[in-house]
Nanobody
């Protein structure tokens, strides 16, 4: 599956952005979709995931209550609604797809397919 992420940009602290990740080649709904982010000088970290089978969403503690991940199978896409953004949310955001087991969805090493990344910059 090929992934294309979009929706990043510059926003003030407290603002909102919505990231999109469109899939082609295969049905995204047969994969668990994930969002990860990587700030300069830091490792790629888990943000959110939506499971392929149960549709449940999982979040990193740092974004819980502020970010919401969803999927639209008709559009073959997943989304990340980001509210109450903070300067520490600044990073390149990547969407990924995996068929790993549930226990592995927070580990970037388990994702076989990645989008190109979209930059989110939150100013204070």
């Amino acid at each position: 599956v090929q992934l294309q992420a979009s929706g990043g940009g510059l926003v003030q602290a407290g603002g909102s952005l919505r990231l999109s990740c469109a899939a082609s080649g295969r049905t995204f709904g047969t994969y668990t979709g994930g969002w990860f982010r990587q700030a300069p000088g830091k490792e790629r970290e888990f943000v959110a995931a939506i499971h392929k089978s149960n549709g449940y969403t999982y979040y990193a503690e740092a974004v819980k209550g502020r970010f919401t991940m969803s999927r639209d199978n008709a559009k073959n896409a997943v989304y990340l609604q980001m509210n109450s953004l903070k300067p520490e949310d600044t990073a390149v955001y990547y969407c990924g797809a995996t068929r790993t087991v549930l226990s592995g969805i927070r580990d970037a090493n388990n994702y076989q397919n990645w989008g190109q990344g979209t930059l989110v910059t939150v100013s204070s």
